[in-house]
């Protein structure tokens, strides 16, 4: 069965500072990956998604940037935090050739101060 | 252009009573529409799904009615339960989702 985690679990965070937030899929070879960004109570932006190692779709530009180091890995990540940037950051993943099912991850709760 | 829409934002409903969650789209190609449920501090998880060359798809208390022509859908949950609350996000595309902004479920005892 595939898993996928998400870390950490939330950020309390200085505006500034640098982020990076991490996916881990496991059960499934060669996914597709996404990262969504999901506002209190909002609707879920797609920001990034990747079909393989290395390459890197961005979809909006939002002063953050995404790599997948591995096959089973996805990083989110910037170097200087934005209070606009809190949220709830959720990684997802579908199968290799299609974009319509998507499996979510739990999902990390950013708070920028 | 917001791509899908939802209707109501927010809903309420007592337990045994059907819950009626609205959604339509804008793009006539589109031709996958999930319906995806997320509790407080959860990921969403795909609930119920329907393709486009159909009207109707029934999965236990959950039905989605399609009306391609109109580019209208609606999510029906029939005895609604207390653990039905929830926020239900309505979707739509073939190869890129796009998400409505969500209607807020509660399933009063």
């Known amino acids: 069965a595939q898993t996928i985690h998400q870390w950490p679990v939330a950020e309390i965070k200085a505006v500034g500072s640098p982020l990076s937030l991490g996916c881990t899929i496991k059960?499934?070879?060669?996914?597709?990956l996404y990262w969504y960004w999901q506002a209190t109570g909002g609707t879920l932006q797609q920001l990034f998604y990747s079909i393989t190692v290395g390459q890197v779709e961005s979809v909006v530009q939002l002063n953050l940037s995404a790599s997948r180091p591995k096959d089973d890995q996805f990083i989110l990540s910037t170097e200087k935090l934005l209070l606009s940037h809190s949220g709830f950051y959720l990684c997802?993943?579908?199968?290799?050739?299609?974009?319509?099912?998507?499996?979510f991850g739990a999902g990390t709760r950013l708070s920028v101060l | 252009q917001q791509q899908v829409r939802q209707s109501p934002q927010s809903l309420t409903v007592w337990e045994g009573e059907t819950a009626i969650l609205n959604c339509s789209y804008e793009d006539s190609t589109f031709n996958y529409f999930p319906w995806y449920q997320q509790f407080p501090g959860e990921g969403p998880a795909l609930l119920i799904s329907?393709?486009?060359?159909?009207d109707k798809k029934e999965d236990g208390r959950f039905t989605i009615f399609f009306n391609k022509r109109e580019k209208k859908l609606s999510l029906h949950i029939t005895d609604s339960q207390p653990g039905d609350s929830a926020t239900y996000f309505c979707a739509a595309g073939d190869n890129v989702l796009y998400f409505g902004s969500g209607t807020k479920l509660t399933v009063e005892p």
């Open positions: 059960g499934k070879s060669s996914p597709n």
């Open positions: 997802a993943w579908s199968l290799e050739g299609s974009q319509n099912t998507l499996y």
């Open positions: 329907i393709r486009s060359v159909s």
